[in-house]
T-cell receptor, first 115, second 115 residues
Framework: NAGVTQTPKFQVLKTGQSMTLQCAQD?????MSWYRQDPGMGLRLIHY???????DQGEVPNGYNVSRSTTEDFPLRLLSAAPSQTSVYFC??????????????FGEGSWLTVV | AQSVTQLGSHVSVSEGALVLLRCNYS??????LFWYVQYPNQGLQLLLK??????LVKGINGFEAEFKKSETSFHLTKPSAHMSDAAEYFC?????????????FGTGTQLKVEL
């Protein structure tokens, strides 16, 4: 079982460069989301999607772009990287909510450094 | 809006001692609550979750948590700490509003286990 797969695991970018963090899940989950983790701040929601073709902003969306053309994939694009975007990024997915509260599955993380 | 407060960014215990990690939440609706553990340079692993029903929830690795509505708390405990428990622990609350399965995280508690 692959679960939630993120690539790349490590990346160094120069300020102003653009890049895409890839996220794919093989569990046919409707819900997918991106979080960033910074020391002392926990994880914060960047963008999320409730299904193919539907995305919305989370708590910290500025500087990031997402699209959801398929159920499986939810890439996160950094349009013009800034040092403030140095962080660890986690992709997550889950099935549609039920009364039992579906488990959210996380990828292994992508460590991004912007210099 | 929902929020989570984790008291104590660092907790240190002796091996064999009780582990108590505190989590208080704020939610205008019945919450779904989660505890995740993160080992160094790894992703998030679900320890346990509360959705409905029994307020004492048992998780993996001997951890458990009790949902106390009157205290808006969901503290994590383990009777006897092991060296392998050293990690960062995150409490989170699920946001059901607006669709999706979004988590609001606390800022994390780093657990150190000493001989």
């Amino acid at each position: 079982n692959a679960g939630v797969t993120q690539t790349p695991k490590f990346q160094v970018l120069k300020t102003g460069q653009s890049m895409t963090l890839q996220c794919a899940q093989d569990m046919n989950h409707e819900y997918m989301s991106w979080y960033r983790q910074d020391p002392g701040m926990g994880l914060r929601l960047i963008h999320y999607s409730v299904g193919a073709g539907i995305t919305d902003q989370g708590e910290v969306p500025n500087g990031y772009n997402v699209s959801r053309s398929t159920t499986e994939d939810f890439p996160l694009r950094l349009l013009s990287a800034a040092p403030s975007q140095t962080s660890v990024y986690f992709c997550a997915s889950s099935a549609k909510r039920t009364s039992s509260g579906n488990t959210i599955y996380f990828g292994e993380g992508s460590w991004l450094t912007v210099v | 809006a929902q929020s989570v407060t984790q008291l104590g960014s660092h907790v240190s215990v002796s091996e064999g001692a009780l582990v108590l990690l505190r989590c208080n939440y704020s939610s205008s609706v019945p919450p779904y609550l989660f505890w995740y553990v993160q080992y160094p340079n790894q992703g998030l692993q679900l320890l346990l979750k509360y959705t409905t029903g029994a307020t004492l929830v048992k998780g993996i690795n001997g951890f458990e948590a009790e949902f106390k509505k009157s205290e808006t708390s969901f503290h994590l405990t383990k009777p006897s700490a092991h060296m392998s428990d050293a990690a960062e622990y995150f409490c989170a609350v699920s946001d059901l509003t607006g669709g999706g399965n979004k988590l609001t995280f606390g800022t994390g508690t780093q657990l150190k286990v000493e001989l």
